[in-house]
């Protein structure tokens, strides 16, 4: 699902909205300097720049693991200045985050670990079985499934925790690096594995170094220092100038 | 259909034994084997201090002395007392008693016949009844006989006050050691979440309510602490069960040690110790877990 091309999209169409943004951490300088940007709902977006640039950073204020030091951030319509810490939990439900890192729990096997965020939000294991199941044969872990994260390769750990971060069917997917620890063809196999989460509606935003996974018509944003540009040519799928 | 069908159980996201938290688990449980060895003894020595108390309370020892005159004084004190409305019994002490008692002083060699020993008359009166010492010697006096009353007050002053310093001591003793359970047990919480501090982290990132997480670890450090209590609390019992065996033969009030076989007050009160850490555990991670969510987690 795509949004509409003509930009006078309702506000809820905004899957986040970010006016001038600043943030620090600390007393320390500012790491990222008065961004300002609109991901549509459904839109495929890239956030590259430089080692240091605070491509983490910006995501850390998406997924609400950090405040802004100034500006305004919308989610989903709200302005999470004004979330009320209770209705957190039900807005992370709404995204999947996946780190470097990847955050695997280790002594939990792959299909507990995927199957994590729905046993959260207390659905029945009768009901989420299959699901999981299913999902980790799509993206190749199927006979995998009840190793534990120390047992698998790079490449494994982060099919994992993509799909621990895709099994509640986010809204929004952030993606830190996904591809930073596999070679080039897994890289671009979970691209795929992210475009096809896309062409179901998710939003999707993905910090990389590797201009090469770029897909054609996907959104590419470069940060540099903490400044954000965006492409003039944006058709107005994806993230926008506010 | 699927492979999982013979997955019968989700795998807990906390296991109950990790070997990370062995060595506190340890320290926990002798801190509870004393702990519970302490409050047992702090409970008998109350009650061992009590029936003391009573039977010095509630007896006089007349000492009589035969004259050349009243060879049977012994039997005219008696006769005296028994008059007496609030006296229950009076037992004289077997005179070759008296004697053995004498023995480490005097040697074997007999006494002459002419030194007559004193005859000791042990009475037991109606408890809560003061008996006035003054007034019954001189009642003795007047009927001519040579008769002394001890109410044994100066020794049951005596040991009031080292019944009093025991308590106390044992009380600071029992304090002393839960105190250290109660900060290990927080010690232990604090390490224990900081070594699953991804775990807090993931849940939190995908979407657990601060409760969920909470109530996890709370009902986790909850158990442990209870079965640490609960394995001191039972080593201690059967400890002192085996104590009980070999002292059973010792002079019916000398009981020092707390007697787990009278009734079910020690084993009720011995099961407090795990209650009780089981609740500090629980009540402290749940505390931690919050603290970290709100702290860290939600900038
Ligand atoms: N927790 C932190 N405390 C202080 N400074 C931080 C922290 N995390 C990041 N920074 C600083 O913020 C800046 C941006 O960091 P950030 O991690 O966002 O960059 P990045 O674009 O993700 O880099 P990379 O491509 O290497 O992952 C850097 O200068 C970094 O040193
Ligand atoms: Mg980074």
Redesign the pocket.
Known sequence: MSSHPLSTQPEDEDSIRFEHVGMRYGRGEEVLNDVSFTLKKGSMNFLTGP?GAG??SLLKLMYLNMRPSRGLITLFGQDTSQIDIGAIPVLKRRMGVVL?DFRLIQHLNVFENVALPLRVAGVKRDAYQENVVSLLKWVGLGDRMRALPPTLSGGEKQRAAIARAVISKPEILIA??PTGNVDMEIGKRLIRLFSELNRLGTTVII?THDLSLIPSGATHMTLNNGVLTIPENDNGSGAANV | MSETDNWDKAQPLLPANSPQDRPMFIILMILAFLATLSLLSIKSSFSTAKSWQAELQNTLTVQVIPTVEIPDAAEQVKSILENKPDVISIAELDPEYSASLLAPWLGETPLPDDIQLPALLSVSTLPGQEFDIDVLETEFNQAGLNASVDNHQQWSTDFKKSVLAVQTLAILAFILIFTAIATAIVFATRAGLSGRRMLIDVLHQIGAAPDYTAKLFSRRFALSGFKAGLFGAIAALIILFFLGLITAGAVGSMKFIPDIKSGPANILLAALIPVVMAGIAGLSAWRTVLKTLFDEVYP
Request: no cysteine.
């Open positions: 080692s491509k983490s470097q830190d690096e910090a």
